[in-house]
Every structure is written in C-alpha cells, then in structure tokens.
C-alpha cells in the first residue's frame, strides 16, 4: 500500500524555470550568459526530478499544498508514477531542447532570442505544474498557463503566416478549454463537493449517471484539445509556422504531451479505470481515437513539407495514447504511459533533425532531400533510428510501449482496434522510413553513384546535431532499458513499487 509525504520539491522543481526568467532577462546583452541561465535551470530542475525519483519508485508519494482557497479547493502538487514518468521527460529533453535552440537560433540569425528563451523557461514550469498537479483544479489552472506561455513562441516570426498560426493555436485552444473543460470541472465539484484530488478508484463513482458521465468523459477529452484528437487538431499543423525548436517542445516535450497527460489523469484520477469499465462508454472515445490513428496517418502520407508530416503523424501517435487508456486493460494502459516517453524521445529527434536539415542546406521539403545523408550522415543516421521508434520497430523504445498497446487490445478483446494498430503501423512505416532511405540511397543515378567523403560532410552546428545524437541513442537505449518507465506506469495500476 502506497504512503504519502509532504515535501516542498515538487513546488521548486515547477518554480525553477520561472524563476529563471529574470536572469534570462537581466542578461539579454549577454548571449552567452542568458543561455548559462538557460542551463543552470534545466539542470536545477532535473536535478530536482531525479531527486524524488527514488522515492516515487518505492510507492511513495509526494504532496504539497501551496494555497488553500476554499475548503475543498487548493492549489496542490502531488508527485505519482504518472507525474514522474512526464516529469522526467519534460525536464530531461528541456536541457537538450535548449542546447539545440542555441544552435538553430544563431545559425539562422533569429531575433528576439530573449523573449524565446524567456517564454520557453516559462512553458518548461507549466509543464512541470501539470505533471505534479495534485487535483483537477491545479491541472486547468497549469493547463491554461501553458497556452498563454506558448503563444508568443509560435508566433515568433512576427509574419502574417505567424500571426495567422497563432490565432488558430490559441483559438483552439482555450475556446476547448473555456467551452469544454471549465464547465466539466464546475459540474464535477457541484455535484461531488469534493476536492477533486487525484485518487487510482477516481472520485466521481456514486455521484453521477452514466449518461452525464458520457457527456463528462467526452468534455474532458475534447477539451483537453492539445491531445490533437479529430475534430480538434488542426491547430497542431498550423503551428509549424513557429521555429524548429518550438516545433519540437510543442510535439514532444510540452504542449501535446500536456493535452494527452491530461485525458489521461481525467480517465486514471478522476473517473478510475473499475469505474469506466462498469460503465462501459469508454470504448466511445477509443473509436475516436481510432478515427484520427488512421486518418492523420493518410494525411501524413500526403504531405511533402517535413515538419507538416512530422505533424500529422504527431496527432496519430498522440491518439494511439489515448486510445490505449480508453481500451482500460492494464497493458494498454501501460503502454499508453510509457509511449508518452517512447514517442517523445522518436519524435524530438526527428523535428530536431528537420530543422538541422534547415539550418545547414534552407530544404525543408521531403523531395528536397534525395542524396542528403551523404552530406549530413549523423543527422540522417539519427532520423532513421527516431522513425524507426515512432513507427514501434526494433531495436528502439518505441517497439516496447506499442507491443504493451497491440497485447492491451488482445487482453480488451477488442480485434478491430488491434487491426487498427497493425494498419497504423504499416502507413506509419511508409510516410517515415523512405525519408532515411532516399537520403542514403537516392532515386536519382547521378547521386546514388557519388562516393562517400568525409570533407563533402556538411552538418549543421554541433549544438544542433550532438543533441539529435543524444536523442537517438536514447532511443536505443529505451529499448534495452524500459524497465523504469513501466514500473512508475505499474505504480498507476497498483502493480508497481
């Protein structure tokens, strides 16, 4: 049986990156210092991650109350398996996104880097006070900041293409959150007078009718719209707009991470996986989720801008999460955690590769790119291992969180949804692989007979390619060392710890 204990580091590990913001600032005339700032804190914060980490995997949890507002509402932190396995990846991959970020901003000569790094560092708190939200009220809360944070990220540019994609990227976004889940959340503390803290039995059984639960557990989902899930996802493509390494934190470390984190809370804390399953309606969101598996992944075959693609297969790796939790076996559930971390890694190696592609030749095409590995071997080696990840190959992490999801199907009895992952995966594998191949081994004769030369090797900086070494190796590494991350999903599920 799990215990609790209060402990003030869970707030710090939230408040380190905000904290950072002044330095960021005050140091501004300063690259170089800005950017040690930028650093330190990520450093600070991981730090603090690791910290609690033990403590997490012996069953132990971690809570702190910041503010009481009223009897049963607080602003409060609770550290879980669930929260541990999203805080260590937002607080790892922060540290490698910045390095990238120095890199992709300077070779490109982007202005107002401070105002980047100064929203970034503010993003990365909001992120980290999702993950450690002790209840419902402080997940919204944290939620709607990261919106707020993000937005003058994607509007970078300062262009009309940039100012339309943010219009739609917080339109989307808080008119869900506003319309959607604020209504939900008043209609759960009314009707439950609780506190509406987390719980692994949820808090709403006894308390409501299964239809008004259907309506409540459609709310959240959709409203939860960084999870990307169709009708709600075309906010996701339009904002590619922004540059590479926002990209990269929206599809991997932060935003949508955050959305899928929480319909996942939503099913696990909220409603409780015994309860859904005595309700029977959560087969109405996994085939949902389904749709938007199948769909997004035809539209990414479509595409020939990079980052689009890479996008449109972000809302079907997105949906393959929810659909995993929404099957409420244990396996599936566990693989819908731990491709949270699978999917992230994969998926920042490969933005982080298409904007090293930018920095060093301009392409951003995929027919651009024939013949390109030859150039930039270590870039395009580390795309193939993060689109063999994505796709759920060998011998890459991703291979362990979709084989918990194909065998969660199986245990669900649900063989359609198991059809569905096996076609995913097939047009996963056909818009990802042939970009790696045709940029070692072109179409075109002229350059498929050009001999490999280590003075013809032309990558971008080091601090835009060490990063997607990094990454992808710990793609591999994944794969070889998952344990971790499926003992703090066990710890969901009452089997860990």
Known sequence: MSSTITSITPLLACLVSLIAVLPIVLLRKSPNAREGATFVAGIIKFGLVLYMLPTVLA????EYTLWQI?????????????GMLFGLVASSLWILTSLYSI??????????QTRFFTFFAISLSATIGVAFSGNLFTLYLFYEMLSLATYPLVTHHQDKEARTGGRTYLTYLLTTSIGFVLPALIFVFVKTGSSMDFSPEGFLAGHISPSAALVLLLLFTFGFAKAG?????SWLPGAMVAPTPVSALLHAVAVVKVGVFCVLRVFTGVFGIDYLESLDIATVVAWIAAFTVITSSL??????????RLAFSTIGQLSYIILGVALLSDRAVTGSMTHIAMHAVGKITLFMCAGAVFVATGKKYISQMDGLGKKMPFTFAAFTIGALSVTGLPPTGGLISKF????GTVDAGQVALLVIFLISTILNAAYLLPIGYRAFFPKDKELSKTPFSWKAVEEASLPCVLPVCITSTLALVLFIKPQFLIN???LMLGSGG
């Open 299 to 308: 539209i990414a075959l479509s595409q020939d801008n990079l980052k689009r």
């Open 59 to 62: 069953g132990t949890k971690i």
């Open 229 to 233: 899930i169709m009708p709600f996802h």
């Open 70 to 82: 009223l009897p049963n509402i607080a602003i409060e932190f609770r550290v879980d398996g669930l």
């Open 404 to 407: 918990y999801l194909v065998t």
């Open 103 to 112: 890199g992709y901003m300077r070779g490109l000569k982007e202005h107002s």
């Open 488 to 490: 703090l999903a066990g």
